[in-house]
């Protein structure tokens, strides 16, 4: 069994920057897909960045390109969401996800990650 656990969230104004962390527990991490999501009371549970493997590419969703950056340490077992400019429509529980096995076809869908966290609340309000 594979623990995450998110941290970093927290209540900015637009325009504002967080980094949200997820550590694993999980042993040979680098082989591991990670994907972050994030959900409002109103919505399903929506794709925001991933990466499924260490070293290979990274995916974001069109809503966060160019201003969030999704970054792994294997070592640290540690993958972090740097998120810059931060919006009102930015608000959400974000969830930290993983998988050992994840098809590029499926890496924005929930249902291909087995571990998630508990999740770190973002507020972007001014």
């Known amino acids: 069994q594979v623990q995450l656990v998110e941290s970093g969230g927290g209540s900015v104004q637009p325009g504002g920057s967080l980094r949200l962390s997820c550590v694993a527990s999980?042993?040979?991490?680098?082989?591991?897909?990670v994907a972050w999501f994030r959900q409002t009371p109103t919505n399903e549970r929506e794709f925001v960045a991933a990466?499924?493997?260490?070293?290979?590419?990274?995916y974001y969703a069109d809503s966060v390109k160019g201003r969030f950056t999704f970054s792994r340490d294997n070592a640290k077992n540690t993958a972090w969401l740097q998120m810059n400019n931060l919006q009102p429509d930015d608000t959400a529980i974000y969830y930290c996800?993983?998988?050992?096995?994840?098809?590029?076809?499926?890496?924005?869908?929930?249902?291909?990650?087995?571990?998630w966290g508990q999740g770190t609340q973002v507020v972007v309000a001014s």
């Open positions: 999980a042993r040979a991490f680098s082989t591991y897909a």
């Open positions: 990466n499924r493997r260490s070293g290979t590419a990274m």
């Open positions: 996800a993983a998988s050992t096995t994840v098809i590029l076809s499926s890496i924005r869908s929930p249902e291909a990650y087995a571990y």
